[in-house]
């Protein structure tokens, strides 16, 4: 079990209500259990009277918490940035603002930290005995990424404090914070949980769902392409300017052997804008490269585990070899 001197909770607020008060008072008697300091982390999302009043009462009852507030709303990835940039826990909870999970089953997250670095929650419904199947839209993403996750956006979560740290979130990328932790090379597992209410829009995956479809290529995108652009771009523009090629060639062909007129053919048309399409394609890739490369050294998407062997400067260092640092340092 890691070990933890303080717990850092960040609670995005995105709907102006007096909930939070009660779920609180769960979390925070629960999370008391282990007799470590808790601070809870409020952060709302746009003017929000209500929600403000309850969280000020308690805060003037001495109850640890932290209320940061947007003027104007920014979305609840922007909530977690700044919560996880104000919080000072060695681990760190997302938790909803009205409960969506039983609290009583809040600790199995924090135990499941000794053999992992972000730990979801997976709800389940409480009327069933087993975990259920993965839906479809957690299918979908699984297949895209090559995960097993069961409950990607829940948002339920409990992580380390480098996570924390490391992660970047905007847009709607906070329902896809496990994945964004796996492609930083963290490791990732679901623990069950006994759901309280399971949100309509989180029981099935919809094609007409325009804006989730964006945000899963957008993620997509994000994190098998950002570093290699030319990989998408230029693929996708080799096959359009091939095909285009193609067909031009077939069609010059036809014109020079067998004397089929070009004039009333709008293929010849067609088939040399997906050559200059093609083109263009590939030359946005290449630039997209060179963007890359210039900022590579600027971009840090990995982080390392651990050091196997110390390094020769860390042995000089030790041995107090100050020639040996100077030389190496020189090289």
């Known amino acids: 079990m890691m070990r933890i001197e303080l717990i850092s909770v960040v609670v995005p607020v995105t709907q102006d209500n007096g909930d939070v008060v009660s779920a609180y008072h769960s979390y925070r008697r629960v999370l008391g259990r282990y007799g470590k300091p808790v601070e809870f982390i409020y952060v709302l999302d746009g003017p929000m009277p209500q929600a403000a009043q309850a969280l000020r009462a308690l805060k003037n009852g001495g109850e640890p918490v932290e209320i940061l507030s947007f003027a104007t709303p920014f979305g609840e990835s922007a909530a977690l940035t700044v919560g996880f940039r104000h919080a000072a826990g060695d681990v760190v909870f997302t938790l909803t603002p009205r409960i969506e999970v039983a609290p009583d089953a809040l600790p199995a997250l924090l135990d499941a930290l000794a053999t992992a670095d972000l730990v979801v929650g997976r709800r389940v419904a409480t009327n069933r005995g087993q975990p259920q199947k993965p839906r479809k839209f957690e299918r979908t993403i699984n297949v895209l990424f090559g995960t097993s996750l069961q409950d990607i956006r829940s948002r339920v979560r409990v992580m380390r404090a480098e996570v924390a740290k490391e992660l970047t979130v905007y847009g709607n990328q906070y329902q896809f914070l496990p994945l964004l932790a796996l492609a930083q090379g963290f490791a990732v597992t679901e623990v069950d949980l006994p759901s309280t209410r399971m949100p309509p829009r989180l029981q099935r995956f919809l094609p007409v769902d325009v804006s989730l479809l964006l ?31 193609v067909f031009t060639t077939y069609l010059v062909l036809a014109r020079l052997v067998f004397g089929i007129p070009l004039v009333d053919r709008p293929a010849l048309v067609l088939s040399t804008l997906m050559v200059v399409l093609g083109i263009q394609i590939i030359s946005v890739g290449l630039i997209g490269e060179i963007v890359a490369f210039t900022y590579a050294k600027d971009i840090r998407d990995y982080r390392v585990d651990r050091i196997v062997e110390p390094t020769t400067v860390e042995l000089a260092e030790e041995k107090g070899d100050t020639a040996v640092q100077s030389t190496l340092t020189k090289a």
Do not use: E, I, N, S
């Open 215 to 245: 945000d899963v290529v957008t993620v997509y995108f994000l994190l098998r392409f950002l570093k290699k652009p030319f990989r998408f771009f230029g693929g996708f523009g080799f096959a359009v300017l091939a095909l285009g090629a």
